[in-house]
């Protein structure tokens, strides 16, 4: 049961980058009801939400990447992907891929770490000045 992220590495400000998630059969994908969600960790910072989604693609960002990263899934490849345009400085951290079988992606807290139960080891974003 997991959940593994690729697709991080450095760009310059303005760049773009496309990360990725694979969950495993029992992870997440499989299941008629589920959430997935990707946060993010500066140095020094809370783990913070970045973006959700669930099965039924009900979707919510927060509020400093709205309109700069796009979340998307392909069902059939059991991939949750995270598309980041415009990066910033402030975008570097290490990201991370979160599932929540069963989680209701309507009316759960989905940007709170807390509500997700499976975690993978996170991919590295650099952006520079």
């Known amino acids: 049961v997991q959940v593994v992220e690729s697709g991080g590495g450095s760009v310059q400000a303005g760049g773009s980058l496309r990360l990725s998630c694979v969950a495993s059969?029992?992870?997440?994908?499989?299941?008629?009801?589920?959430?997935m969600g990707w946060f993010r960790q500066a140095p020094g910072k809370e783990r913070e939400g970045v973006a959700s989604?669930?099965?039924?693609?009900?979707?919510r960002y927060a509020d400093p990447v709205k309109g700069r990263f796009t979340i998307s899934q392909d069902i059939a490849k059991n991939t949750l992907y995270l598309t980041m345009n415009s990066l910033e400085p402030e975008d570097t951290a290490m990201y991370f891929c979160?599932?929540?079988?069963?989680?209701?992606?309507?009316?759960?807290?989905?940007?709170?770490?807390?509500?997700?139960?499976?975690w993978g080891q996170g991919t590295q974003v650099t952006v520079s000045s």
């Open positions: 059969a029992a992870s997440a994908f499989p299941y008629s009801k589920y959430c």
């Open positions: 989604m669930g099965r039924d693609a009900r979707i």
């Open positions: 979160a599932a929540r079988p069963y989680g209701d992606c309507w009316s759960g807290p989905v940007l709170s770490s807390g509500f997700y139960t499976i």
